[in-house]
């Protein structure tokens, strides 16, 4: 008699998640980075992985072109450690092509 344990199951074949491959267009990368100023307004490191994942999906290369900062410090500015300067945020912003806005809390 074989035993559950002894049957053999199928492989199960898992990959990593990465929310880049699914920015696509304009539409959806101002609504992921939207989500995240408006669900974790207060999280400071979250808001630059976001933007993160954004310059990603478009190419660190050229954001980082657009922006006119080094790729290494843009990648090391929305790291998950990161701590971008405002400046950093407006710039990257601007060649991601996304505008921050304000509206009354």
């Known amino acids: 008699m074989v035993t559950t344990a002894q049957k053999k199951s199928p492989k199960v074949k898992t990959s990593s998640y990465d929310v880049a491959e699914h920015l696509r267009t304009p539409e959806e990368v101002a609504a992921y980075l939207d989500a995240w100023l408006e669900e974790a307004p207060d999280d400071v490191s979250g808001i630059a ?54 509206q009354p809390a």
Do not use: C, W
Request: aromatic share 4%; net charge positive; charged share 25%.
């Open 49 to 102: 992985r976001a933007l993160g994942d954004i310059a990603r999906a478009k190419g660190m290369s050229q954001v980082a072109k657009e922006a006119g900062l080094s790729r290494e410090s843009l990648y090391r500015a929305l790291s998950e450690g990161g701590n971008p300067s405002f400046a950093t945020v407006l710039k990257v912003a601007r060649a991601l092509g996304v505008r921050l806005h304000a």
